[in-house]
């Protein structure tokens, strides 16, 4: 057990994550779209899918294309998901999901709902995390065009 334990924070360490530097998780999970980074990191995944569902349910009423992500990133399941823990095939799968949804809500940033959703995406997916952080931009770039 003790070595399984060793061998899975060797592999976090190698993908850049130090479970024990809780300074630096505070700051990651403080990273947002919509609320000041003291607000932010004193919330909690359950709060704020809670909030960000909401507005990913009224992006569908706008369009039913939204709804194909209610079973994958706007989950109960999603809150679990952690990129640090997943494959490199799983980070592949979940990368082409969250290119899926940019592009389709890019045009639609100037409203709340979508701001609100995306902001999930940033948040729980690191959207905004270095290796991530293309996926975002070249979103953003392209409906300010």
Do not use: Y
Not at 9 to 35: E, M, V
Not at 75 to 82: I, N, R
Not at 120 to 128: A, E, G, I, K, S
């Amino acid at each position: 057990m003790a070595t399984s334990i060793a061998a899975q924070l060797a592999q976090l360490r190698a993908k850049g994550f130090n479970p024990t530097d809780f300074k630096a998780q505070k700051i990651q999970h403080s990273q947002s779209l919509i609320f000041e980074p003291r607000v932010a990191a004193t919330q909690n995944f359950d709060s704020l899918l809670l909030m960000c569902h909401e507005a990913f349910h009224e992006l569908c009423l706008l369009d039913s294309r939204f709804t194909g992500f209610a079973s994958s990133i706007f989950s109960e399941q999603s809150k679990q998901e952690d990129r640090t823990q997943m494959t490199s095939v799983q980070n592949d799968k979940l990368n082409t999901l969250l290119e899926d949804f940019l592009g389709l809500v890019g045009g639609r940033l100037l409203l709340k709902p979508a701001l609100k959703a995306v902001e999930w995406l940033v948040r729980r997916f690191r959207l905004v995390a270095p290796q991530q952080r293309h996926h975002f931009l070249t979103i953003v770039h392209q409906q300010s065009l």
